[in-house]
Nanobody, 125 residues
Framework: QVQLVESGGGLVQAGGCLRL?????????????MGWFRQAPGKEREFVARISWSGSSAYYADSVKGRFTISRDNAKNTVYLQMNSLKPEDTAVYYCAAGLLGPRLGIASYEYDYWGQGTQVTVSS
């Protein structure tokens, strides 16, 4: 069982940056790949980024590639999403998720077993 709690969301101007954190409980955190998803009002939840259990590989949605960086600290049971050069279209509720992906890419929400409650990110123009 893994419980996830996101933090770090807020209101920022376009071009600004935020760092989201996702704190996990449970001794098996380091076994799980971690992902970030987001959901804007009236839209479906979409994949943002994911990182392997070891932190050795990461994968990003094209819309955030080069602007966002996912990382993790297994000693702190925490995964991060550094978001730079934010745009109004990045406005959404951001969720972290944990899953035992194996060889799967981890870009679909159904591949994840545990979810946080979400944190709101609002980017003003």
């Amino acid at each position: 069982q893994v419980q996830l709690v996101e933090s770090g969301g807020g209101l920022v101007q376009a071009g600004g940056c935020l760092r989201l954190s996702c704190a996990a409980s449970g001794r098996t955190f380091s076994s799980y790949a971690m992902g970030w998803f987001r959901q804007a009002p009236g839209k479906e939840r979409e994949f943002v980024a994911r990182i392997s259990w070891s932190g050795s590989s990461a994968y990003y949605a094209d819309s955030v590639k080069g602007r966002f960086t996912i990382s993790r600290d297994n000693a702190k049971n925490t995964v991060y999403l550094q978001m730079n050069s934010l745009k109004p279209e990045d406005t959404a509720v951001y969720y972290c998720a944990a899953g035992l992906l194996g060889p799967r890419l981890g870009i679909a929400s159904y591949e994840y077993d545990y979810w946080g409650q979400g944190t709101q990110v609002t980017v003003s123009s």
